[in-house]
């Protein structure tokens, strides 16, 4: 507890120990807000990979039969609806430290463009093994495609919201 507070509760006439009780119970809180924060964000984390993983799924279906500009479509309004849940659930989170959302900023993207890259190439043997009429798709330029949509929303909220 800050000594101001401290020193405005005494000069209130608290006794030292219900000073003390009243430090505990609020360091304790703030203990169990961090726990609780580091819940949710690690919940959020593999809320957000199965989102993708349903995504990639969804998309591999796709890519065997509509074409590459439609695709590239796909994958950026995809990629930014799962962006934008990534940045609301993940930035909302308090009481977490730089390294956890360094961390999901990392990981998160790497995950998403490795999962719809191999979505893609099974896309493209499907093509290729049912005779679609369909030209195959860039596995790696369409990922990076859906990993700028999808880091988009993180964006914009950084740059014209500010926030952290």
Do not use: C
Not at 44 to 67: E, K, T, Y
Not at 72 to 100: C, P, R, S
Not at 118 to 125: D, Q, R, Y
């Amino acid at each position: 507890m800050k000594k101001d507070l401290r020193g405005k509760l005494a000069g209130k006439g608290w006794a030292e120990h219900e000073i003390v009780r009243a430090q505990q119970a609020v360091e304790t809180a703030k203990e169990h807000d961090v726990h609780f924060s580091k819940i949710v964000f690690y919940t959020a984390l593999i809320v957000i990979v199965f989102g993708n993983l349903l995504v990639s799924f969804a998309v591999m279906f796709l890519a065997v039969f509509i074409s590459s500009l439609l695709m590239y479509l796909v994958a950026i309004v995809l990629g930014g609806m799962v962006g934008f849940l990534y940045n609301f659930l993940i930035t909302d989170v308090g009481h977490l430290e730089k390294k956890h959302h360094a961390f999901a900023g990392i990981v998160i993207p790497i995950i998403a463009i490795l999962n719809l890259a191999l979505m893609v190439f099974v896309a493209n043997k499907f093509i290729v093994n049912l005779g679609v009429n369909n030209l195959q798709h860039s596995p790696w330029v369409l990922g990076a495609v859906f990993v700028v949509a999808f880091l988009l929303p993180t964006i914009v909220d950084k740059v014209f919201f500010g926030k952290k």
